[in-house]
């Protein structure tokens, strides 16, 4: 199985930025996507971000595209999300996620493509 850990989360106010990690352990090798996903208060979870593995190809929704910027360092296993000009709306727990679907990048954005799941870690933007 794959176990995920995000990490970098916090409490900034609008306009500035954050940098979200996700450390992946256990067996790796099927994963073919990677993405984040926020959950709002009172809202349902949202993918903000993907990454297609073999490649590199990015996915991002209207709400973050041009603010959010995914990446990845296979050689420590992390997976990355840069936040830039953050908004109040963009309050939430985010998620890291894995796909072992090597087909993901025909819906990467798709929340139901997503095999193993973080815990998550909060991201408050104060005005």
């Known amino acids: 199985q794959v176990q995920l850990a995000e990490s970098g989360g916090g409490s900034v106010q609008a306009g500035g930025s954050l940098r979200l990690s996700c450390a992946a352990s256990?067996?790796?090798?099927?994963?073919?996507?990677m993405g984040w996903f926020r959950r709002a208060p009172g809202k349902e979870r949202e993918a903000v971000a993907s990454i297609y593995l073999r490649g590199g190809r990015t996915y991002y929704p209207d709400s973050v595209k041009g603010r959010f910027t995914i990446s990845q360092d296979n050689a420590k296993n992390t997976l990355y999300l840069q936040m830039n000009s953050l908004k109040p709306e963009d309050t939430a727990i985010y998620f890291c996620?894995?796909?072992?679907?090597?087909?993901?990048?025909?819906?990467?954005?798709?929340?139901?493509?997503?095999?193993?799941w973080g815990q998550g870690n909060q991201v408050s933007v104060s005005t």
């Open positions: 256990g067996y790796t090798t099927s994963t073919y996507c």
């Open positions: 996620a894995t796909s072992r679907d090597y087909a993901c990048y025909s819906e990467p954005l798709n929340v139901r493509e997503y095999n193993y």
